[in-house]
Every structure is written in C-alpha cells, then in structure tokens.
C-alpha cells in the first residue's frame, strides 16, 4: 500500500525534494546513491508526517532533525502554509525503518523563518516544537548547530540521511529503511557556474544565494521524500548540521544539489530554541 503511495507522489518539480500528500502548494523532493543505516547511528534523524485518507495513515512527507530536545528542523516548503495547523503534522523519531513502529509525536508549534521565500527558497527553514521534551538516548538525541565562524568545504566528511527515492522514478522499498549517503560540499562559486551552464541549456534560472549551501555530485544527493533533512558534517570530534535539504534540478543528476544554510539562521535558531 505505502509501496503504491510512494509511485504515486515520485512526481518532481524543478526546485524541492518533498514527498507530497497533495496538500502543500510545493510539490515534492531519497537518498540516491546511498546504503542503509543502522540504527542509532543518526538518532537526530526524524520522519514527518501528514495524514493520507488515501491509505488511511500518517504518511512520510519530509525529513528533519532533532536539534533541541522540544525542538524539530525542517524545510519551510514542507509545511503546508505560514498559519499551518500543528496538529496536521505528526514527527516519528528513534527509528530507522519509516513505518515499523507508529508512535508518533505531536507538535505543539510551527515557526517558518521570517524571511522564507517560497519561489527562490532563500531561508528555506522551519521549526516545529514538540508538545514534551524528548528522553534522550542511543537512538534519541540532538545533533550539535555549527558556530557562526565554523568554515566547511570538500575536506570535510559530510553525509546526508533520509528515506527518499533511490533515484528519480525509484522509491524507497519495504521495510523502508534508512539510507546515508557521504556527499561532498561545493563552493558556492563552482556551484553558481554549474547551474548558469545547466540553465543557458534549459533556459530555466537557479539562483543561488549565499544563505544557501551546496553539496552532491553525480548520483550521489537527495531525492523525493529528502527535503527538510540534515547535511551533517564530522568536526571538531562530533557531528555538526550545516544544511537542510532544500532545493535541485533533479535526482542524481550532474549538479550539485541545495541546502539551506544552518549558519545564516543561528540567530533566528537559538531565538526559539533557547
């Protein structure tokens, strides 16, 4: 039945990597080029979901991360609208198969950055608080914010995580298990030059803003079901979100795919968090 769902919303657009369940205006963004994770190895990772009267279940839409312990980071273009009802939305955590275990958690508060721009997807960021703390354990915890003069390029070790489409047309299979893919980060300036070539040929414009990051390389990214998880990165002896999937072309593809930047939004972060 989800096998079923899941053809059904591989459809992309041009500029976001989220399942849909036909509610949200943007229609949606798997982990391409990845292998299955264990569990407990990314616990900040977390499913959410959107009830489908299709199948008559609360049903994957987008990613995210656990950064706080009442605290959820998304993608802005994976909630259905600026006065979105909380209780629409549901968040699965501790788990690395999507819908083994159904105990679910319900949001007491949704806040998408002030700045979001649902065309360009500048400050393509949300938070969703939980209505309890989390109990944190092996498989249960947050993942550590960079600091505003952290620098990240190629050298580092980053990975991206979700349960998207394995490519394009592909979708992720029963028991629906977690997959991580190690990508690497691209300089916004190589980036830039990627997507004016890949625009000249299609006649279509990506704009690239510095409150976006890139990273990904061909058959190697995210995909539909990916938008609003993190891009993690190994430094300074722990795991360090940088990005929030955001925005690509299309599925393993020769372009880099686009994050949201997490530095560009500390301030707006620790805000509501702290």
């Known amino acids: 039945m989800f096998r ?16 849909s369940v036909s509610i ?4 949606p963004v798997g982990i391409v080029g990845g292998q299955r994770t264990p569990p407990g190895k990314w616990p900040w990772q977390v499913s959410l979901r959107m009830y489908s009267y299709e ?3 609360w ?17 802005a ?30 949001i007491s508060r949704i806040i998408i950055h002030p700045d979001y721009n649902d065309v360009s997807k500048r400050f393509d960021l949300a938070l969703m608080q939980l209505t309890a703390l989390l109990v944190t354990s092996t498989n249960v915890s947050p993942v550590s914010l960079p600091k505003d003069s952290s620098t990240f390029d190629s050298t580092d070790q980053c990975w991206l995580v979700g349960w998207g489409n394995l490519l394009q047309r592909v ?27 890949k625009s000249s040929d299609e006649h279509k414009a990506v704009a690239i803003f510095d409150d976006m990051l890139c990273a990904g390389t061909s058959g190697r990214g995210p995909c539909f079901g990916d938008s609003g998880g993190p891009l993690v990165c190994w430094k300074s002896n722990k795991w360090i979100q940088v990005g929030v999937v955001s925005k690509g072309i299309d599925c393993s593809n020769n372009l880099p795919s686009i994050f949201s930047r997490v530095q560009s939004s500390l301030a707006w972060i620790h805000q509501h968090i702290q």
């Not at 079923?4 to 399942?19: K, Y």
């Not at 949200?24 to 229609?27: A, F, Q, T, V």
């Not at 994976?78 to 198969?97: K, M, N, T």
């Open 4 to 19: 079923l769902l899941l053809l059904a919303l591989s459809c992309l657009e041009s500029t976001v990597f989220m399942a």
């Open 24 to 27: 949200s205006r943007s229609k």
């Open 55 to 57: 199948v008559n279940s």
């Open 59 to 75: 049903v994957h839409i987008c990613g995210g991360s656990i950064i706080h312990p009442q605290w959820i980071l998304t993608a």
């Open 77 to 106: 273009h994976c909630i259905q609208s600026q006065d979105a009802d909380p209780a629409v939305y549901r968040v699965q955590v501790g788990e690395v198969y999507l819908y083994k275990e159904q105990e679910l958690l319900n």
């Open 171 to 197: 979708p992720l299979q029963p028991p629906y298990q977690l997959h991580e893919v190690k990508i690497p980060i691209q300089d916004n300036k190589s980036c830039k030059r990627a997507y004016r070539k």
